[in-house]
């Protein structure tokens, strides 16, 4: 191990005025030692009180070590004592985590993986999660394995932060990694009253006739969240291609998670090919999954009542 020694007056200023990391500046000579230092705490530094030096290491060193230091100034200089608490620069590791996909479905089970880099005397570490809306929880903590992993899984009931944190150790820096994992809400629909159906080429469509006044279109969207809304899209086709014949604004879904959409009949071409849908958006803050498509149920109205 290389030891830079400072002189007494060098030292005190250091201790005195030091707010940065220590390195081998203000240099009065060299030693050189291939004997361990002594004490763990102190195995980048330590003071050698009987001869008034200062021995600071050059190579990485550990986090917070108090260093006390007194003279008693000889002949030279006035006596002087000071103490001081030494941040030394610490390598970063390397630390990810990452889960088995980014979006699930209520209920669905995530891997999340924590993967540690190169360290030095720890492989512990810590994995948390904090779903939308509640504070972080620990999931698990323990030493990686031989590959740099640490493996939990977790049941997923609304959008969720992971984390994994490394505490740090003598040669390499605390860090945490964070991810999210969102996830995807059910959106159930139908029809409210149609009388029949057809296909037409490999799409079944329901059938209405105009002598039922209204059509109905329920959707229901789990799990439950207040402050999210749905708007409802309805297209005709025609010309060759599907055309937006109306639209409703966002509105909230009941208290159940429903909502029920209606229009009248009369305003449909007699025998057209229609297309309806909704659409699902979260509350802006604190929402517990992502926006979500419902599928296109296909309907045609004819004229008149059925015969």
Same mark, same amino acid.
């Given at each position: 191990?290389? =030891? *830079? $020694?400072?002189?007494?007056?060098?030292?005190?200023?250091?201790? /005195?005025? /030091?707010?940065?990391?220590?390195?081998?500046?203000?240099?009065?000579? &060299?030693?050189?030692?291939?004997?361990?230092?002594?004490?763990?705490?102190?195995a980048h530094m330590v003071v050698d009180a009987p @001869?008034?030096? /200062?021995?600071?290491?050059?190579?990485?060193?550990?986090?917070?070590? =108090?260093?006390?230091?007194?003279?008693?100034?000889?002949?030279?200089?006035?006596?002087?004592?000071?103490?001081?608490?030494?941040?030394?620069?610490?390598?970063?590791?390397?630390?990810?985590?990452? %889960?088995?996909?980014?979006?699930?479905?209520?209920?669905?089970?995530?891997? *999340?993986?924590?993967?540690?880099?190169?360290?030095? +005397?720890? #492989? /512990?570490?810590?994995?948390?999660?904090?779903p939308a809306g509640k504070p972080r929880a620990q999931?698990?903590?323990?030493? *990686?394995?031989?590959?740099?992993?640490?493996?939990?899984?977790?049941?997923?009931?609304?959008n969720t932060a992971f984390s994994a944190a490394f505490?740090?150790?003598?040669?390499?820096?605390?860090?945490?990694? %964070?991810?999210?994992?969102?996830?995807?809400?059910?959106? $159930? !629909?139908?029809?409210?009253?149609?009388?029949?159906? %057809?296909?037409?080429?490999?799409?079944?469509?329901?059938?209405?006739?105009?002598?039922?006044? +209204?059509?109905?279109?329920?959707?229901?969207?789990?799990?439950?969240?207040?402050?999210?809304?749905? %708007? *409802? &899209? =309805?297209?005709?086709?025609?010309?060759?291609?599907?055309?937006?014949?109306?639209?409703?604004?966002?509105?909230? =879904?009941?208290?159940?998670?429903?909502?029920?959409? !209606?229009?009248?009949?009369?305003?449909?071409?007699?025998?057209? @090919?229609? #297309?309806?849908?909704?659409?699902?958006?979260?509350?802006?803050?604190?929402?517990? !999954?992502?926006?979500?498509?419902?599928?296109?149920?296909?309907?045609?109205? #004819?004229?008149?009542?059925?015969?």
């Amino acid at each position: 191990m290389k =030891l *830079v $020694r400072f002189s007494p007056p060098t030292a005190a200023a250091l201790l /005195l005025g /030091l707010t940065t990391v220590i390195g081998p500046g203000a240099v009065d000579s &060299y030693a050189a030692s291939d004997v361990p230092l002594p004490i763990a705490h102190f195995a980048h530094m330590v003071v050698d009180a009987p @001869h008034g030096h /200062l021995f600071i290491s050059g190579g990485p060193g550990t986090d917070g070590i =108090l260093v006390a230091f007194t003279y008693d100034g000889g002949t030279s200089y006035l006596p002087v004592a000071a103490s001081a608490k030494v941040q030394v620069s610490r390598a970063t590791p390397s630390l990810s985590v990452t %889960t088995d996909a980014k979006s699930y479905h209520s209920g669905a089970t995530v891997k *999340v993986t924590a993967h540690l880099g190169t360290t030095y +005397n720890s #492989r /512990l570490v810590t994995l948390y999660d904090q779903p939308a809306g509640k504070p972080r929880a620990q999931l698990k903590s323990g030493k *990686v394995d031989a590959h740099g992993n640490l493996v939990a899984y977790y049941k997923v009931t609304r959008n969720t932060a992971f984390s994994a944190a490394f505490a740090g150790d003598y040669r390499y820096a605390p860090r945490t990694a %964070t991810t999210t994992a969102t996830l995807t809400p059910t959106i $159930r !629909t139908a029809m409210q009253y149609p009388l029949a159906t %057809t296909r037409v080429g490999s799409t079944t469509y329901q059938v209405f006739y105009k002598s039922e006044v +209204n059509m109905g279109f329920d959707l229901q969207v789990t799990p439950r969240q207040s402050g999210g809304c749905t %708007t *409802v &899209y =309805l297209e005709h086709y025609y010309s060759g291609a599907w055309h937006q014949a109306a639209s409703q604004s966002c509105v909230p =879904l009941y208290g159940d998670g429903w909502y029920g959409y !209606t229009r009248a009949l009369k305003l449909f071409a007699s025998n057209d @090919h229609y #297309r309806i849908r909704g659409h699902y958006t979260p509350p802006a803050k604190d929402a517990q !999954t992502t926006g979500a498509w419902s599928q296109w149920t296909y309907l045609t109205v #004819r004229p008149g009542s059925p015969s």
